[in-house]
C-alpha cells in the first residue's frame, strides 16, 4: 500500500472537470457500488484505486488494484460528496468509436443535461441487458463524477458514443444497418405499445426537454407513452424505463417477439 | 390585496412540519405547477394565496383567492427553496377516510421514506388517471411541502388514506372487495407482464426498500419486473411507473384488457 503521490491529488481534482477527463482520458469512480461495478466489470481500465480503512473493509476482501490508504480527512478533501464511503477508483474512459452496435436497438439520448438522470437511465438500460448508449452533445458527460456516482458505475458495462447532432448520429446509426429512428414525444406519435417496428434495428431516441429531441431529423418517426389522465408527460428517466421495459416484455421468454 | 397577518406567517412556518399540519389540518402548495394544479383541482381547499408580483404575474392573468402580496425578500424568508418561484397556497388536507376506493385497483405505497420519490410516483399515478393511493406509517407525508413540490401538486387530484401497516391495509381493501394483495418484489414472484390478474379489484403495493415491502400480509402474492440483465433492481419510482404502464398498455383502446 502507498500514500498518494501529488501528481495523483492533483489528478482527483482536475477529473471533477471536462477539460481534466479530456486532457487526461481519466475518469472518477467514487462509491462501493460503482466501484465495485468497475472492479467486476472493467479492472483493466482501473490506473489506481483510493480508499480509508473503512472504505477498504466494505469492499468485503476484494483487493482493489494500486490501492492507496489515506485516512478519513484526506478523504474528505478530494471526495465529492459529503457523506463520503471512503471507496473510490481512477481509471480510463474506454474508447468505442469505432465499434458496430449490438442488438436490436442503438438507445440514444438527446440533450439529457441532468446527470442524475443520465445516470439513472444508464442504470436501467444496464439492468435490461442493453450495451450501446449514443448520445448528442446537448447531453452531459456520461463519465462526469456524478453520472458515474447515480449509474453505480453502469457506465463500465455500456458503450458510449458521441455524436454533435442527432442527424450525425443517424447517418452513423444507418451505415450500420440501424435505418429507422424513433424518438420519444410527449404530445404525439404512434403508440409505444403497438408500435410493431421500435425494436427491429432501429435508433430510439430520449429527450431530456419538455418537447421531446432537439430537432429529429427528416424521416424519423415518433413514439409516444399514452397517458390518459391527460396531464403531463414523464420526466426523460422514466419515459426511457417504459419503453426500456416495453422491450423487456417483447423479448422475454414467452414475449411476443420485436 | 392584504399583506400577511402574523398569525398566517407563522402558520407558513409551522406547515414545515408534521406536527403543524396535524394541529391545523392544512398544506402549503408552493410552486408555479402546483399552485395551478391545486387552483385547478381544488380550489375549495384553499384558505389564503402567497405570491410576489413576479409570482402573480407567472399565473397569467389567474385571480388566485384570497391573495397577499409580498416582496421578493419577505417571501424568501418562507420559501421552503432556494430559488422560489414567488407563488405559494395554503389550504386544508382533504379526509377520504370514509370513501370506497374505485377502479380496477388501489395503488398501495409501503415504506416510500423519500418525499421526492413519493412525489413522482403521486404524478405518475395522476398521470394515468389513478385516484386511490393508500400508504403505510413507515412512507412519510403526502402533505409535506417536499412531496407536493415533487408531486407538482398531484396530490390534489388524488386520494390518499393512511394505515398504521399493510395487514390493516389490507383487511380494509377486503372490506371494500378488493381481496387480492400484489407486492412488488425485486426478487422473485409471477411476471408483471403475464399476471392476468394483476388489475382485477386488486391491491398493488410498492415498497421503497431494496427488498421490497415491509412485511407483506398471509396470502398475498408477489409479482416481479424482470430485468435480465441481471444487474439490480428499479428505484421504487421506475417500478411504480412499470407496472402502472402496463395498466396503460392493457386497459387502453386496443389493449387486451385486464
Known sequence: ?????????????????RGGRKRSNCCRCEGLRAV????????????????????????????????RLVSEEEFSQFSATVNH?????????????ETPPQGDFIF?????????????????FRAIGG???????????????????SGLGAQFSLRFRRFATLESLADCAK?????????????DGEVCFDCDDLFRKTVLVIGGEANGAS?????????????????????????????LLEYVRRTRKGGTGC
Not at 502507498?2 to 472537470?17: F, G, I, M, N
Not at 442524475?116 to 436501467?124: A, H, K, M, P
Open 215 to 243: 430537432a429529429p431529423p427528416a424521416g424519423s418517426r415518433r413514439v409516444i407513452i399514452p397517458m390518459p389522465g391527460d396531464y403531463e408527460s414523464l420526466n426523460a428517466a422514466q419515459a426511457a424505463t417504459v419503453i
Open 85 to 97: 464511503q471512503g471507496i473510490l477508483a481512477v481509471g480510463r474512459i474506454p474508447d468505442f468509436a
Open 131 to 149: 450495451k450501446d448508449v449514443w448520445y448528442t452533445e446537448g447531453s452531459i458527460d456520461p463519465w462526469g463524477d456524478k453520472a458515474i456516482r
Open 36 to 67: 465495485r461495478e468497475m472492479l467486476a466489470e472493467r479492472p483493466d481500465l482501473i490506473e489506481f484505486t483510493v480508499g480509508t480503512g473503512r472504505g477498504l473493509a466494505s469492499l468485503g476482501g476484494v483487493e482493489p488494484p494500486d490501492f
Open 108 to 124: 440514444a439520448l438527446d440533450g439529457v443535461a441532468d446527470p442524475g438522470n443520465f445516470g439513472t437511465i444508464s442504470r436501467t
Open 175 to 187: 451505415s450500420f444497418g440501424f435505418n429507422t429512428l424513433f424518438v420519444a414525444d410527449p404530445h
Open 1 to 17: 500500500m502507498q500514500t498518494l503521490s501529488r501528481r495523483e491529488k492533483s489528478l482527483l481534482c482536475a477529473l471533477l472537470t
